[in-house]
């Protein structure tokens, strides 16, 4: 049983509450898009007498943080650990952006420094034609995936070779 003082709370909430597709077409998103957010359990909602999905308004600012999370290159999974550390139907603040960007700052620097060595090594690649594993500075530098046998090896940051990373 609802008690006094959360009703008139939550009757403030549903008059402000929006339709998936008011907060699809504000957001630039698909409604499809929410609905896959909310499985993830980054945005909630409820549902109305007509069994329709009601949102608050601060599911515009998660969603947004959610938008530019991702342009980053920051995996959902991440993405909803840190919007769980907000409070429920709080919309995310500048103080709260600033917490939950310095956790991904550093994956940042990390992605901006392997693309930028594949972007100066890009040039010497493009049509030198060796397509030696054992050889690319680019794919392979020093041969390091060498080590760990024989078939195709998995790059990424785990890989290093004096100091750079195999891309």
């Not at 999974?77 to 939950?100: F, G, K």
């Not at 680019?138 to 785990?158: F, H």
Request: charged share 25%.
């Amino acid at each position: 049983m609802e008690s006094s003082n959360t009703r008139p709370r939550r009757l403030a909430a549903t008059k402000q509450a929006l339709s998936v597709g008011d907060v699809a077409r504000r957001c630039g998103v698909a409604v499809s898009t929410l609905h896959f957010y909310e499985t993830k359990g980054l945005i909630h909602s409820w549902r109305n007498a007509g069994n329709q999905r009601r949102y608050t308004r601060d599911v515009l600012r998660r969603v947004a943080v959610i938008k530019i999370a991702q342009r980053t290159g920051v995996p959902l999974a991440e993405i909803q650990q840190a919007l769980a550390t907000l409070p429920d139907s709080r919309t995310p603040t500048a103080a709260d952006w600033r917490r939950l960007s310095e956790r991904w700052r550093a994956a940042l620097d990390e992605r901006i420094t392997q693309l930028t060595l594949l972007r100066d090594q890009l040039d010497g690649c493009i049509g030198c034609g060796c397509l030696s594993l054992a050889q690319c500075p680019l794919r392979n530098p020093g041969d390091v995936l060498g080590g760990d046998g024989e078939g195709a090896q998995r790059l990424g940051s785990d890989h290093v070779s004096n100091g750079s990373t195999a891309l």
